[in-house]
């Protein structure tokens, strides 16, 4: 099972801030969070990850909290090319890393 | 660099017939995995290879499914006979070394739709 959640869908207006929440409350001390997202039709696709400390790359920020219980992906500045369904995913080290997806959130961004 | 090729894209065969798919991970990459997507659902693991070794197919339904990945390099994922409920789309990613914090890539998937 996975184990984070997730909303369902979110809206955000193009050039704003897109901030998509994550619950992972049972994670583990050396268990990373990964973010990746699937355009339709496509296979998913990378974004970034992290295990304690926050992380930026060139298309997202990763805010990750003290507790590590939750965490949060920011698209610093929308576009409708970020239309898509993000997956927050806890890596289980335990089982060889594998990456267990859950339902995601549909991102929906308007003119 | 070349990422994860799948084949074939798409693929529409009556129920009861065979299915195979064919991935070739990026160069290099030792880890091979096989994933399921159902529509509007995540993707799910059927079955995970550290070079030519299978070492989680718990997921796998054996009864039907079988994959193979001889020389620890591309990969085949078979499916006969088909059954209705195997519509989904076929994923195939490949790592380096996803226990030091790297990534999955993923191809393009297969859609499989069983009539």
């Known amino acids: 099972d996975a184990k984070t959640t997730q909303p369902t869908s979110m809206d955000c207006a193009e050039g704003r801030a897109a901030n998509l929440p994550c619950n992972h409350s049972?994670?583990?001390?050396?268990?990373?969070v990964y973010w990746y997202r699937q355009i339709h039709s496509q296979g998913p696709q990378y974004i970034i990850h992290?295990?304690?400390n926050n992380e930026t790359n060139e298309m997202a920020s990763l805010i990750i909290t003290e507790d590590r219980k939750s965490s949060t992906l920011i698209l610093p500045h929308a576009t409708l090319r970020d239309t898509a369904v993000y997956y927050c995913?806890?890596?289980?080290?335990?089982?060889?890393?594998?990456?267990?997806f859950g339902q995601g959130t549909e991102l929906s961004v308007k003119p | 660099e070349a990422g994860v090729v799948q084949s074939p894209r798409y693929k529409i065969i009556e129920k009861k017939q065979p299915v195979a798919f064919w991935c070739n991970p990026i160069s290099g990459h030792n880890t091979l995995y096989w994933y399921r997507q159902n529509l509007g659902q995540g993707p799910e693991l059927l079955i995970r290879?550290?070079?030519?070794?299978?070492?989680?197919d718990s997921q796998l339904p054996k009864d039907r499914f079988s994959a193979e990945r001889l020389k620890g390099v591309d990969s085949t994922l078979k499916i006969q006979p088909a059954e209705l409920g195997d519509s989904a789309v076929y994923l195939c990613?490949?790592?380096?070394?996803?226990?030091?914090?790297?990534?999955?890539?993923f191809g393009e998937g297969s859609r499989l739709t069983v009539l």
């Open positions: 992290g295990l304690k």
């Open positions: 290879y550290e070079n030519e070794e299978a070492v989680d």
């Open positions: 995913i806890v890596r289980v080290h335990n089982q060889g890393g594998k990456l267990i």
């Open positions: 990613a490949s790592s380096l070394d996803l226990l030091r914090g790297g990534e999955l890539f």
């Open positions: 049972t994670i583990s001390g050396n268990e990373y």
